[in-house]
């Protein structure tokens, strides 16, 4: 009986720490892209960048995204500033979906954005960002749209 609390303990344990492990990465990965999305040139780091962590899927749907909405599908505005970056939070919105948010300025809104991403047996992949034209909207049957 004992060791089967034990484990249960340790299993919730190990859960919740590669549960805040995927949110960790996938915020670490947005200060790192909205750094490299400041820079004056675009750089062949951002390319790399995004080619390591975004499921070629999704990356081909980029320029589509952008060309609709005007803004980059990643942080769904033309520029990026210093405080959204200190402002960045990530939570987990259960089933591998996770909201993204971060504010332009102190005043602001926050801008929101849902995306799916796995984080398996030390890969990181975000494999479904929300286009802009569905809000906050999230779950598997966007996955085909």
Same mark, same amino acid.
């Given at each position: ?10 299993? %919730?344990?190990? %859960? ?16 790192? =892209? ?16 995004? =080619?390591?962590?975004?499921? /070629?899927?999704?990356? $081909? ?6 060309? #609709? !909405?005007?803004?980059?599908?990643? +942080? ?10 200190? $402002?960045? $939070?990530? %939570? ?12 332009? $300025?102190?005043?602001?809104?926050? !801008?929101?954005?849902?995306? #799916? ?9 975000? !494999? =479904?960002? !929300? /286009?802009?034209?569905?809000? +906050? ?9």
């Amino acid at each position: 009986m004992i060791a089967r609390i034990l484990s249960v303990i340790i299993l %919730s344990g190990l %859960s919740l720490c590669s549960y805040g492990q995927c949110e960790q990465r996938i915020k670490d990965f947005y200060v790192r =892209y909205m750094q490299e999305l400041e820079k004056p040139e675009k750089s062949a780091v951002l390319d790399s960048l995004c =080619y390591a962590v975004i499921a /070629p899927e999704m990356w $081909s749907r980029f320029g589509e995204y952008a060309e #609709k !909405t005007g803004c980059d599908p990643m +942080t769904r505005a033309q520029d990026v500033s210093q405080y959204g970056m200190d $402002s960045l $939070s990530v %939570s987990s919105l259960g089933d591998g979906w996770y909201m993204v948010r971060y504010k332009w $300025s102190e005043g602001s809104d926050y !801008t929101e954005i849902p995306l #799916k991403a796995s984080c398996n047996d030390g890969e990181f992949r975000i !494999t =479904y960002i !929300t /286009p802009l034209w569905l809000g +906050t909207q999230y779950g598997d049957h966007l996955l085909d749209k």
